[in-house]
Nanobody, 117 residues
Framework: QVQLVESGGGLVQAGGSLRLSCAAS????????MGWYRQAPGKQRELVAT???????NYADSVKGRFTISRDNAKNTVFLQMNSLNAEDTAVYYC???????????WGQGTQVTVSS
């Protein structure tokens, strides 16, 4: 099993910044992709950004140029730097990890990000 613990959410004014962190523990060997998804009230969970073990990144169009994902493989931690936040970024943000062998996906408990306009 893999446990994911997020931190860094909160309330911020529009135009501000937040940095989310997610630490993985447990059976973290062979974790490849880590990333962030978000779910706003009344909407489906959507991809925000992912990063592979080798550092390849993927971003949702809505956050490109504003958000930056990074990871520290030695500490099994993934980060999401969020700049120029706007009200549409308000959501619960979930950390995600995908293990290759045995194949399984893991989710954190979620952290609330609220952007006031």
């Amino acid at each position: 099993q893999v446990q994911l613990v997020e931190s860094g959410g909160g309330l911020v004014q529009a135009g501000g910044s937040l940095r989310l962190s997610c630490a993985a523990s447990g059976s973290t060997f062979s974790i490849n992709v880590m990333g962030w998804y978000r779910q706003a009230p009344g909407k489906q969970r959507e991809l925000v950004a992912t990063i592979s073990w080798l550092g390849s990144t993927n971003y949702a169009d809505s956050v490109k140029g504003r958000f930056t994902i990074s990871r520290d493989n030695a500490k099994n931690t993934v980060f999401l730097q969020m700049n120029s936040l706007n009200a549409e970024d308000t959501a619960v943000y979930y950390c995600y990890a995908s293990r290759v062998s045995p194949r399984n996906d893991y989710w954190g408990q979620g952290t609330q990000v609220t952007v006031s306009s």
